[in-house]
């Protein structure tokens, strides 16, 4: 039977990963505008993939910590 600790761990980890590439598609639509939104809508666009991105990092810290 494989181990379920391992397993979270894993899961920690790759929530991490996906946190960090929500930071950097936030800051990239909100300073390259890569769409051509209005300037209001960009930074909407990267507040939100902000917030999302710290949302997801700290899930996957605090499931990598309680593995640990």
């Not at 391992?6 to 950097?24: D, R, S, Y």
């Not at 505008?33 to 710290?54: F, H, V």
């Not at 899930?59 to 990598?64: A, F, I, S």
């Amino acid at each position: 039977m494989p181990e379920i600790g391992g397993n979270v761990f894993i899961i920690g980890k790759t929530l991490e990963l996906m946190g960090i590439a929500f930071l950097v598609v936030g800051l990239y639509v909100g300073c390259a505008n890569p769409t051509g939104l209005s300037e209001g809508r960009a930074m909407g666009a990267e507040m939100g993939s902000l917030i999302a991105g710290i949302l997801i990092f700290f899930v996957g810290r605090m499931l990598e910590k309680h593995q640990s």
